[in-house]
DNA sequence: TCAGGCCTCCCTCTAGAGGTGGAGGCGCCA
DNA sequence: TGGCGCCTCCACCTCTAGAGGGAGGCCTGA
């Protein structure tokens, strides 16, 4: 069972190219072409494909856009290889969210796209290294930083830890006490020995050191409505 | 020039299979070989490589350890590409932080090993596609997070939105007040402002709000001493 | 056995936070 | 030109948060 594929190009030799590549593999069937968004989306859905191979920049709709279209309206499982010339991080991040399982830059040997190309169809990813680089920057810099506050947290004692926890969820002192079934009293007397003991003003103070020490993590609630 | 390269693993038929692989391209230039973290950093004082490909798992030393080791001392531009049998989120993490540039399964063919050493001599970074993949679903949920709350920011004007941020620092009224150059009835009345449009009680949610919508992420700087 | 740390709770006091209502100046746009 | 939104500032009021100091029960390790 071979690799079905879409390829989405607005300059048709660069398609070919592409296309031509790909054929040549015996698992990989190229199953149509499109020259831009619009046509991409129809192709999708008329052919039903395992893979993409989508450029980003295009007339009509451009390639994030439909990426983020066939994604979310697709009932079968569709992956995106998006194809760039730049890499700039603008992109990238709104291929990643627009649900692609890969960026690569046009400029790789064909033997390099046919392996991305089943990558991403054996379900992986695979980003091109520069930008991969960059998205490891990103999460070793976060890393590097928690450990190097959550040092402080040592200084808390358990309960002092879980009251911090809850401080920054947004909760007050009764919504606290509430939750951990403790007297108001006994939340003043913690917090009072949180923010001396990290050398914090308030409390408003205190939810900023914990998501910066990784206590709190973007992610895990609502506030407001 | 070539890629000079020090390879580590404690199993000798593994270390010599790379060797052999890297060794028989024009362009590389295995200069040593290390069974354990110690002779590792040992080869890599005497030897200054440009890659080294180390295993993880490891008497002794692990690879880990070895690689924050070298790349913390090293005063020459070393890039190390880590490889393990295994995937565990653990240790990637882990090795992304030591610093790796790098992180490949031993299974990968030996072309594809090859071009991971280019690679990263060239300064790009490489992932397994199944940690691209983990990487990616990680940043691209926090990334639909954003959005998700942001659109609520688009309800503050954009004065507010400044001082919100002043808030997300940990910053007092009077703080503001000082940094933004108004008074603090003026900053008092921004505050009220925010806490109504966001449906927030008071500013410790505030800050909350900030990191959950991505208007503050962590990383910016420091709270206490 | 006793000291010390942790958790619990109580009191008083003050400064800051936040709500409410009002006001003037500015720029934009119908 | 008149309205409207934004930014600025003021006064008054309420209330929570946080500081400071004290105290009892519990467990652990010297």
Chains 1, 2 share one sequence.
């Not at 990103?138 to 890393?143: P, V």
Request: no cysteine; charged share 25%; aromatic share 4%.
């Amino acid at each position: 069972m071979s690799i079905r594929i879409v390829v989405v190009d607005d300059q048709a030799l660069v398609r070919g190219g592409f296309a031509m590549v790909l054929g040549h593999q015996s698992d990989i069937e190229v199953v149509a072409e499109a020259g831009d968004g619009l046509e991409a989306i129809e192709m999708a859905q008329t052919h039903r494909p395992d893979v993409i191979l989508m450029d980003i920049r295009m007339p009509a709709m451009d390639g994030l856009e439909a990426t983020s279209h066939i994604i979310a309206n697709a009932d079968w499982p569709v992956r995106v290889l998006i194809l760039s010339t730049f890499d700039p991080d603008e992109y990238v991040y709104k291929a990643l969210r627009a649900g692609a399982s890969g960026f690569v830059l046009k400029d790789i040997p064909p033997e390099q796209l046919v392996s991305a190309v089943r990558t991403v169809a054996e379900g992986g990813a695979l980003l091109a290294p520069s930008i991969t680089l960059r998205l490891i920057e990103r999460f070793a810099d976060q890393l590097a930083l928690d450990t190097k506050v959550s040092s402080r947290l040592e200084r808390l004692t358990h309960r002092e830890r879980e009251v911090l926890a809850e401080i920054a969820h947004g909760h007050n002192n009764n919504e606290i006490s509430e939750k951990l079934f403790i007297g108001t009293a006994t939340v003043k007397t913690h917090v009072s020995s949180i923010l001396t003991k990290l050398g914090l003003r308030d409390r408003a103070q205190a939810v900023v050191f914990a998501y910066e020490s990784g206590l709190a993590e973007p992610g895990d609630y609502d506030i407001g409505h």
